[in-house]
C-alpha cells in the first residue's frame, strides 16, 4: 500500500467522525506525521475531543492516553512517578500518561505553569528526564491539546515557550446547518467514533512519517519560508517574533501535507496554506497594535502578499 493511499484512508476515516471539518482534519494528521504537536481552540463542543479519540482510533496498535488538566494537577501526574516497593526496598519507576503514541491534553491552560512546564522538553525533544534519568519517548508522540478561548476564570495562559511548542494551533468553528444535521443522524443510537475501526497500523503511520520526510523540498522554498518567517521580526506591530522552530515547523508540515495531496514536492501555494497556522500563535502583539484590534493572523496574512514568492 503506497504511502498516499495510507494518508487517504486515515484522512476519510477520521472526517467520518469529525463531519464538516476536512481542512483541518488534514492539518491536525499533517502535523502528526511531520513528527509535531496540535493546539486545538475553540468553542466547547466543537469537536476537539472527538477528534484526537477518532485519530487514535484510527490507528491499529497506537495507544492513546487522556490527561484532564485541572489546577491541581501535578508534573508527576503526566511524567510519572518513583514508588518504593516495600519488598525489595527499592524504587520502580511507574510512567505517567507521556509514555504513549498519542496523548490527548484536555483544557491544558486549567493547568498551572509549574504542570505546563512537564510538557516542554517531551514536547521539544521526545524525552523526559525524571529523577535524573533521562527517558526517550519513541514512536509517535503526537501531543493534542486543547482549549477553549472563551474561559477566563480558573485558567493559566500558555507561556510563549509552551506554545512555541506546538507546531500548528487549529480552530475548528461551527459546522454548516446541513453537516450539524448529519452529526445528530449519526448519534441517534451511539457515537460514530465507538465503531470506528482502525485503517492503518501503526507501522503504517510511522512510515508515513518517513515518506514526508523525504518530499523534495527546494533551495528556494527554504529561503522563502525563512523570509516568510523573517518578516515577523522587526516588524512594528510585533512585539515578540517567531523563531527558527516557526521555519523547521512550516518546512515539515508543508511536507506533510503534500503526501496527503499525492504530491512528491512541496510548492509555495501549500506553505502560504499553512503559514497562519504555524506561525500566528508563536508572535507577541505590541500592545498598542493589540489595543487597535490587529489579528496576529491578519498580519501573517498580509506579510504573505508582501513576501516574494520563488518562481
Do not use: W
Not at 504537536?37 to 487522556?66: N, Q, S, Y
Amino acid at each position: 500500500m503506497s504511502v498516499s493511499i495510507t494518508a487517504s484512508r486515515l484522512e476519510t476515516a477520521v472526517s467520518s467522525v469529525v463531519r464538516g471539518q476536512s481542512d483541518v482534519v488534514r492539518r491536525v494528521l499533517a502535523c502528526m506525521i511531520s513528527g509535531g504537536h496540535v493546539l486545538l481552540e475553540d468553542f466547547p463542543g466543537t469537536g476537539k475531543t472527538t477528534m484526537a479519540k477518532a485519530i487514535a482510533k484510527a490507528i491499529r496498535g497506537a495507544t492513546f492516553k487522556r490527561v484532564q488538566f485541572t489546577p491541581d494537577l501535578l508534573p508527576s501526574d503526566i511524567l510519572g512517578i518513583s514508588v518504593l516497593d516495600p519488598r525489595t526496598q527499592e524504587f520502580r519507576f511507574h510512567q505517567g500518561p507521556i509514555f504513549t503514541d498519542i496523548l490527548l491534553a484536555d483544557e491544558i491552560n486549567r493547568a498551572s505553569p509549574r504542570t505546563q512546564s512537564a510538557l516542554l522538553e517531551a514536547m521539544g525533544e521526545r524525552q523526559a528526564t525524571i529523577d535524573g534519568q533521562r527517558y526517550d519517548l519513541d514512536g509517535l508522540f503526537f501531543v493534542i491539546a486543547t482549549q477553549n478561548p472563551v474561559e477566563f476564570r480558573g485558567t493559566y495562559p500558555l507561556p510563549e515557550a509552551q506554545m512555541d511548542r506546538f507546531s500548528i494551533q487549529c480552530k475548528l468553528g461551527y459546522v454548516t446547518a446541513t453537516e450539524e444535521a448529519a452529526i445528530l443522524a449519526d448519534q441517534a443510537d451511539s457515537h460514530p467514533v465507538d465503531t470506528l475501526t482502525p485503517v492503518a497500523s501503526r507501522d503504517e503511520i510511522i512510515a508515513l512519517m518517513a515518506a514526508a520526510r523525504q518530499v523534495r523540498f527546494s533551495e528556494e522554498l527554504r529561503h522563502y519560508v525563512v523570509s516568510l518567517v523573517g518578516a515577523t521580526r522587526g516588524h512594528p506591530s510585533i512585539q515578540l517574533a517567531a523563531s527558527p522552530r516557526a521555519s523547521l515547523a512550516l518546512m515539515k508540515i508543508s511536507q506533510a501535507l503534500a503526501v496527503f495531496q499525492g504530491l512528491d514536492f512541496v510548492s509555495p501555494e501549500l506553505i502560504q496554506s499553512v503559514a497562519a497556522d504555524v506561525i500566528a500563535h508563536r508572535i507577541v502583539l505590541a500592545p498598542e497594535a493589540k489595543y487597535s484590534g490587529v489579528n496576529s493572523r491578519q498580519i501573517i496574512a498580509d506579510l504573505i502578499e508582501l513576501t516574494p514568492v520563488p518562481v
